[in-house]
T-cell receptor
Framework: GAVVSQHPSWVICKSGTSVKIECRSL??????MFWYRQFPKQSLMLMAT?????????EQGVEKDKFLINHASLTLSTLTVTSAHPEDSSFYIC???????????FGQGTRLTVV | GNSVTQMEGPVTLSEEAFLTINCTYT??????LFWYVQYPGEGLQLLLK?????DKGSNKGFEATYRKETTSFHLEKGSVQVSDSAVYFC?????????FGTGTSLTVIP
């Protein structure tokens, strides 16, 4: 199947700093990418949907100024957690799908710990 | 609204044991149903899917049947192996959006 690479797989940062997570589709063009967050023992929750070249659509309750999403090319989307706080510590995972596809492919996820 | 309720783990089984992981859903419309698996250090991988009622998805010895009457999509395998140790996520897709269960961690011991 198609490959989606997410980097880094884990990161520890100090409170107040910003962290960037990359999501790349390695062997297909991803017209749409999705960002999810998972808190311990909870479901994966969709944060935002991004289409290449346009602004991301954020789910209700997700702060767009805190979670900056850029989908500048058909193979790369980035999520930047700005001014991170301990409550932002979570597992973030991206998925990507090609135009017209009925299946999404997931990255391996990023474990963010804010100290 | 749309949601997925999945059996809580962790689940620990001996090799060759029978596996069932329960999954029920609530959805508007006619969703597609999926099981994803996440092996340690890897991304979610599609395990199997079913797109309409009574469809059975199967892969690698795993099976799940889309039951509209009970709104369920339980995952089963007749004889698990150590290599099946992973986290399993039930999900539904409606419109363009996935809804996931909380995931069930499975550990198979020799």
């Amino acid at each position: 199947g198609a490959v989606v690479s997410q980097h880094p797989s884990w990161v520890i940062c100090k409170s107040g700093t910003s962290v960037k997570i990359e999501c790349r589709s390695l062997d297909f063009q991803a017209t749409t990418m999705f960002w999810y967050r998972q808190f311990p023992k909870q479901s994966l929750m969709l944060m935002a949907t991004s289409n290449e070249g346009s602004k991301a659509t954020y789910e209700q309750g997700v702060e767009k100024d805190k979670f900056l999403i850029n989908h500048a090319s058909l193979t790369l989307s980035t999520l930047t957690v700005t001014s991170a706080h301990p409550e932002d510590s979570s597992f973030y995972i991206c998925s990507a799908e090609a135009e017209g596809a009925s299946e999404a492919f997931f990255g391996q996820g990023t474990r963010l710990t804010v100290v | 609204g749309n949601s997925v309720t999945q059996m809580e783990g962790p689940v620990t089984l001996s090799e060759e044991a029978f596996l069932t992981i329960n999954c029920t859903y609530t959805a508007t419309g006619y969703p597609s149903l999926f099981w994803y698996v996440q092996y340690p250090g890897e991304g979610l991988q599609l395990l199997l899917k079913a797109t309409k009622a009574d469809d059975k998805g199967s892969n690698k010895g795993f099976e799940a049947t889309y039951r509209k009457e009970t709104t369920s999509f339980h995952l089963e395998k007749g004889s698990v192996q150590v290599s099946d140790s992973a986290v399993y996520f039930c999900a539904l897709l409606t419109g363009n959006q996935f809804y996931f269960g909380t995931g069930t961690s499975l550990t198979v011991i020799p």
